[in-house]
């Protein structure tokens, strides 16, 4: 199979927000259009000004005119990046669509997120991962880190889409 990785412009962020409702769907079983109305809107405005910015990027792979996978990365505002200029980079919205997985498209899209992340004087990468994409990040060099995080949410309130789960 032959496809190719495009970066996309601001204009073209919407071609790739179905696939990132699909995701959302598979893994956490929440149809995003109903859990989070304006969800779509809102992804496109956090993207497109971090991309007017040169701190975002979001691409596809294509088979073809087919839109089959897609991946984001950008540059957080973090206290180690705005104090010590030591920019992170966190890579999010990786997924390939079912008829395509297998074959290489994650990793080749999660290199291309990296290798934007390097040129950006990034020092280290971040993400979270699903069970499904573990191997694939695990197999490019990603480990656990000493990060910790603590759930604040009370535990008889329902869970909000995606909240632990910021892939
Ligand atoms: C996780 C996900 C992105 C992986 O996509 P993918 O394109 O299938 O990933 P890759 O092909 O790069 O790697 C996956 C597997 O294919 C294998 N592979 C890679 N190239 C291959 C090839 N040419 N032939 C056969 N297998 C291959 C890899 O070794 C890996 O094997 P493993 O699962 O046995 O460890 C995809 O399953 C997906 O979209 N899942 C739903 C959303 C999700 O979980 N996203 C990740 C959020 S963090």
């Known amino acids: 199979m032959t496809f190719t990785i495009r970066e996309l412009s601001r204009t073209e962020l919407a071609s790739v927000t179905p696939m990132r409702r699909a995701m959302i769907e598979e893994i956490d079983g929440i149809d995003l259009d109903a859990a989070s109305p304006g969800w779509h809107q809102r992804w496109i405005s ?70 934007w992340a390097r040129k950006k004087g990034c020092s280290v990468a971040r993400l979270r991962t699903s069970s499904m994409g573990r191997p694939v990040y695990e197999r490019l060099g990603f480990r656990p880190s000493n990060e910790l995080e603590l ?5 008889d309130q329902p869970r909000r889409c995606s909240d632990e789960a910021e892939f």
């Open 46 to 115: 956090f993207f497109g000004d971090l991309i007017d910015r040169g701190q975002a990027a979001v691409w596809v792979a294509q088979d073809g005119r087919e839109r089959i996978g897609t991946a984001a990365a950008y540059l957080p505002v973090t206290h180690r990046s705005a104090v010590l200029e030591h920019p992170s980079a966190y890579i999010c919205n990786v997924y390939v669509a079912p008829p395509w997985r297998r074959r290489g498209l994650a990793t080749a899209l999660t290199t291309r997120a990296l290798q």
């Open 151 to 155: 759930t604040l949410a009370p535990e």
